[in-house]
């Protein structure tokens, strides 16, 4: 039974530039949570999927955009990217409202 | 609004000793709460968690929590720590509204088990 998978593991971009990272739910789920984990710190929530839109949002800017498939598959795009958006990106997914996430290993974002 | 607060950034213990690592939480809401571990370069693993009845919650790998809602807190706590116990450990509180659940983490409690 696979867990939930990340794409890239690791990332490496320029100020200004656009990303797209990727996130496959563990089976049987259909609700998919973003979260930025700054170094040394705790997760933030980004944005949460279910059904296709977003449904929670954190307090991110605009630049942080997403995007749920049909198949519960989900896109985290940050634009104009900055120094500071350097972290690990988070994929959790779970079913439902249901509690306790799977989470993905990550993508290591480098802005340079 | 929710939150959770980790105060011990690291924890050094020796090996074979007991160690606790405190959370409190605050919300307005009944809660669900959580403890993840997170080894180096890796995503977080779900520990244990509360959702109801019995207060007191335990993982496989000896750690155990207890749920106190007169303290708002939920400590975790193994009796013997091992090497491998050394990772940074997240307290998450969840509530459950509106049909979904908005989930909270703490900054994090490094543990390091000394040999």
């Known amino acids: ?112 | 609004a929710q939150s959770v607060t980790q105060l011990d950034s690291q924890v050094p213990v020796f090996e074979e000793a007991p160690v606790e690592l405190r959370c409190n939480y605050s919300s307005s809401v009944s809660v669900y709460l959580f403890w993840y571990v997170q080894y180096p370069n890796q995503g977080l693993q779900l520990l244990l968690k509360y959702l109801s009845g019995s207060t007191l919650v335990e993982s496989i790998n000896g750690f155990e929590a207890e749920f106190n809602k007169s303290q708002t807190s939920f400590h975790l706590r193994k009796p013997s720590v091992h090497i491998s116990d050394t990772a940074e450990y997240f307290c998450a509180v969840s509530s459950h509204s509106g049909g979904y659940q908005k989930v909270t983490f703490g900054t994090g409690t490094k543990l390091q088990v000394i040999p």
């Not at chain 1, 959790?92 to 996430?101: D, E, Q, V, W």
């Open chain 1, 1 to 112: 039974d696979a867990g939930v998978t990340q794409s890239p593991t690791h990332l490496i971009k320029t100020r200004g530039q656009q990303v797209t990272l990727r996130c496959s739910p563990k089976s049987g789920h259909d609700t998919v949570s973003w979260y930025q984990q700054a170094l040394g710190q705790g997760p933030q929530f980004i944005f949460q999927y279910y059904e296709e839109e977003e449904r929670q949002r954190g307090n991110f800017p605009d630049r942080f955009s997403g995007h749920q498939f049909p198949n519960y598959s989900s896109e985290l795009n940050v634009n104009a990217l900055l120094l500071g958006d350097s972290a690990l990106y988070l994929c959790a997914s779970s079913l439902g409202g249901g509690a306790g996430y799977t989470f993905g290993s990550g993508t290591r974002l480098t802005v340079v």
